[in-house]
């Protein structure tokens, strides 16, 4: 457990933030992701694939998974069935720049607390109008 000298008394005992998780093919979203979550003071693990995400302690630690739905080799479902079928209950925001309707369906009724789309330059171009 970490140790802070600041607040009330010198090496008092303090908790640790939450450790969220980051899983996307994309290495500047995944890297961009990972800055802006620590920018608020969390702890933030990046990966390029579920099965390295799956594979690493870091699962059975996560507070919450910000997670790719469409990536090669295994899919952002498949690692939240995987999560699922280990038992472990991990809070799960899906983000895609290029999902299905299908997909997101199936991402909420499995569980997903939420499912953000990024608006492709066509739609932006048509939001800013």
Do not use: W
């Not at 933030?17 to 979550?37: G, K």
């Not at 920018?39 to 059975?60: I, M, Q, T």
């Not at 999560?83 to 369906?105: K, M, N, Q, Y």
């Amino acid at each position: 457990m970490a140790t802070s000298d600041a607040g009330r008394g010198r090496g008092q005992p303090t908790a640790e933030p939450p450790l969220v998780a980051i899983v996307d093919d994309d290495a500047s979203v995944r890297n961009s992701t990972r800055r802006l979550i620590q920018s608020f003071g969390y702890r933030a693990e990046a990966f390029a694939a579920g099965k390295e995400f799956l594979a690493s302690p870091v699962a059975a630690r996560t507070a919450c998974l910000v997670l790719d739905v469409r990536m090669p080799d295994m899919d952002g479902l498949e690692v939240q069935r995987q999560l699922t079928a280990r038992h472990l209950h991990v809070p799960v925001v899906f983000i895609s720049g290029r999902a299905s309707d299908d997909e997101e369906r199936r991402a909420r009724a499995a569980g997903a607390v939420d499912f953000l789309q990024a608006l492709s330059r066509g739609a932006q171009h048509e939001h800013d109008a």
